[in-house]
T-cell receptor
Framework: AQTVTQSQPEMSVQEAETVTLSCTYDTSESDYYLFWYKQPPSRQMILVIR??????QNATENRFSVNFQKAAKSFSLKISDSQLGDAAMYFCAYRSAGTSGSRLTFGEGTQLTVNP | DAGITQSPRHKVTETGTPVTLRCHQTENHRYMYWYRQDPGHGLRLIHYSYGVKDTDKGEVSDGYSVSRSKTEDFLLTLESATSSQTSVYFCASKTGEWTEAFFGQGTRLTVV
């Protein structure tokens, strides 16, 4: 079974600064997808970014980028120019590329605080 | 965003009573999921469905059952609620294997 670990329960960053959230995972599969989800106080789960394991290039979405290290099984999220609206719980998630119902396995979450 | 509605949004119930949570989607998505969210655990899969009347267990399925008689509805039933089932429950749905999941806004269930 796959596991996802987020070792930072809480992080904080100053507005306009850069912060990196860590995620490691364990799998024996070679083909899979990785995701970062944002959960603001409204509880809504919002997809921030996704990475296909077969792609060497790191995914980028505006101020959000990832550092995907397949051999190390590491998938960190970098938020540049942090904004107050970035404050939220962030979840790292794994999904097999096989036919296991396309289920997501989530990490424990990292609560990000953005200080003005 | 996909139209996914969970009901109720909040519920308080007593230990030992049955509870049913409803997830309704208007996108004709094939796959539907129920997760629970607890502090320190992230979201954990309870049950999922890959079509009408096709369901399977997730990692924390004990004490829960599901039904899917129509594409748009996925029901989660706590057969006899316990305090350990106090949690926030999320429904999600998606069109196919390679598409992204959309989440409902969650149901906060408190078992007293």
């Amino acid at each position: 079974a796959q596991t996802v670990t987020q070792s930072q329960p809480e992080m904080s960053v100053q507005e306009a600064e850069t912060v990196t959230l860590s995620c490691t995972y364990d799998t024996s599969e070679s083909d899979y997808y990785l995701f970062w989800y944002k959960q603001p106080p409204s509880r809504q789960m919002i997809l921030v970014i996704r990475q296909e394991a077969y792609k060497q290039q790191n995914a980028t979405e505006n101020r959000f980028s990832v550092n995907f290290q397949k051999a190390a099984k590491s998938f960190s999220l970098k938020i540049s120019d942090s904004q107050l609206g970035d404050a939220a719980m962030y979840f790292c998630a794994y999904r097999s590329a096989g036919t296991s119902g396309s289920r997501l396995t989530f990490g424990e979450g990292t609560q990000l605080t953005v200080n003005p | 965003d996909a139209g996914i509605t969970q009901s109720p949004r909040h519920k308080v119930t007593e230990t030992g009573t049955p509870v049913t949570l409803r997830c309704h989607q208007t996108e004709n998505h094939r796959y539907m999921y129920w997760y629970r969210q607890d502090p320190g655990h992230g979201l954990r899969l309870i049950h999922y469905s890959y079509g009408v009347k096709d369901t399977d267990k997730g990692e924390v399925s004990d004490g829960y059952s599901v039904s899917r008689s129509k594409t748009e509805d996925f029901l989660l039933t706590l057969e006899s609620a316990t305090s350990s089932q106090t949690s926030v429950y999320f429904c999600a749905s998606k069109t196919g294997e390679w598409t992204e999941a959309f989440f409902g806004q969650g149901t906060r269930l408190t078992v007293v």
